[in-house]
């Protein structure tokens, strides 16, 4: 599926409003609440808010004189939104079985495979303590 790409950091060219200027406060913010408010409805590749919020940034950079790249100010690219479950989901770890969707859950990039060998956790520098459970 073909969707517009919208990086975040270029919304920031908008409020350079063409190098010259200061961008109030006021402005600043209000830029952020219309892209964050619940009208954008979270604004998820593919959909109507993700779409109008693009429309909205390709806008105030025409408004401020930048030159539009990409195919008319987007750049379009194949997304995974989501994915199904196989028939013959299974992890197995030495004799336990384990349930999809209760115990493990596959992911767009899961690989189907059969490994054998030793199991390393790692948490990466978090700390974690919650109940019983501590890393």
């Known amino acids: 599926m073909k969707l517009l790409s919208i990086i975040s950091i270029l919304l920031l060219s908008i409020f350079f409003?063409?190098?010259?200027?200061?961008?109030?406060h006021k402005k600043l913010k209000s830029h952020v609440e219309y892209l964050a408010s619940d009208k954008l409805k979270g604004r998820f590749p593919?959909?109507?808010g993700g779409k109008e919020s693009a429309e909205y940034i390709k806008s105030e950079f025409e408004k401020?004189?930048?030159t539009l790249l990409g195919d008319n100010g987007f750049q379009y690219f194949d997304v995974i939104t989501g994915v199904n479950?196989?028939?013959?989901?299974?992890?197995?770890?030495?004799?336990?079985?384990?349930?999809?969707?209760?115990?493990?859950?596959?992911?767009?990039?899961?690989?189907s495979m059969t490994h054998s060998g030793s199991?390393?956790?790692?948490g990466y520098g978090f700390s974690?303590?919650?109940?019983?459970?501590?890393?």
């Open 17 to 24: 409003q063409n190098c010259a200027s200061t961008v109030s």
């Open 46 to 48: 593919g959909t109507e």
């Open 64 to 66: 401020n004189g930048l």
């Open 85 to 111: 479950l196989g028939e013959s989901n299974s992890f197995l770890l030495g004799s336990n079985s384990y349930k999809v969707g209760k115990d493990f859950t596959p992911l767009s990039f899961s690989k």
């Open 119 to 122: 199991i390393f956790v790692a």
């Open 128 to 135: 974690i303590k919650n109940d019983s459970l501590e890393w």
